[in-house]
């Protein structure tokens, strides 16, 4: 099995994995490194420190090549924009839909 090296980027300095993690592939190295994406932010914040949004997790093969970068953001769901929309005139917009008509068509 392959080792993986989980090193913490925290926006300004590298914390290096010497040990590193032996794992079926890559797919479970991305997953190690969301986990540890996830306990950093958690530890982050729980200490007063805002969310650590330019920090990453680099997964290093065995030759020490970064083959993957998990961003603690991608922790953070995004919301299509609709969602960030007045909820009236979303709403509106959803009634004349149904009627058949189109926003500001003056039905």
């Not at 996830?38 to 065995?62: K, N, Q, T, Y």
């Not at 769901?77 to 009236?88: E, F, G, K, Q, S």
């Amino acid at each position: 099995m392959p080792r993986f090296f989980f090193h913490l980027f925290d926006g300004s300095e590298v914390v290096s994995d010497p040990e590193g993690m032996e794992l079926a592939g890559l797919c479970e190295a991305k997953t190690e490194a969301r986990a540890d994406c996830r306990g950093f932010a958690v530890e982050e914040l729980r200490s007063g420190r805002p969310f650590p949004i330019w920090s990453a997790v680099e997964i290093c093969d065995g030759d020490g090549r970064v083959v993957h970068r998990e961003w603690c953001r991608s922790l953070i769901p995004m919301t299509p924009i609709d969602h960030l929309r007045d909820p009236v005139a979303a709403e509106d917009a959803q009634r004349q839909a149904a009627r058949g008509s189109r926003p500001g068509a003056g039905s």
